[in-house]
């Protein structure tokens, strides 16, 4: 069985900071791309950050560069969302992904699997 536990969502104001955390169980961690994407009403799940098995790769969406990081402890096998300034534009349900290859194919192919996102809303 494959689990993948988010934590760490809430309501915040504009420019504040939020921490999300993915706990996994049941998954080869260390060999697996990981990364988060996010969901709108109305809009499609798109990607956000992702990193490489051994850490050494990131790759973020336009939009969050400079004001999140990812990063990963492969000892807990559990990946990180550092989220600083917060917009309104980033209210979304966020979602942890797995990827058995790297972290361009999960940015261009998502995940294999999936957590259960958490609510992020930031207000003006």
């Known amino acids: 069985q494959v689990q993948l536990v988010e934590s760490g969502g809430g309501l915040v104001q504009a420019g504040d900071s939020l921490r999300l955390s993915c706990a996994t169980a049941?998954?080869?961690?260390?060999?697996?791309?990981m990364g988060w994407f996010r969901q709108a009403p109305g809009k499609e799940r798109e990607f956000v950050a992702g990193?490489?098995?051994?850490?050494?790769?990131?790759y973020y969406e336009d939009s969050v560069k400079g004001r999140f990081t990812i990063s990963r402890d492969n000892g807990k096998n559990t990946v990180y969302l550092q989220m600083n300034s917060l917009k309104p534009e980033d209210t979304d349900v966020y979602y942890c992904?797995?990827?058995?290859?790297?972290?361009?194919?999960?940015?261009?192919?998502?995940?294999?699997?999936w957590g259960q996102g958490p609510q992020v809303t930031v207000s003006s």
């Open positions: 049941g998954l080869a961690f260390s060999s697996y791309a």
């Open positions: 990193i490489s098995w051994s850490g050494a790769n990131t």
């Open positions: 992904a797995a990827k058995s290859g790297s972290v361009y194919a999960l940015a261009q192919y998502a995940g294999n699997y």
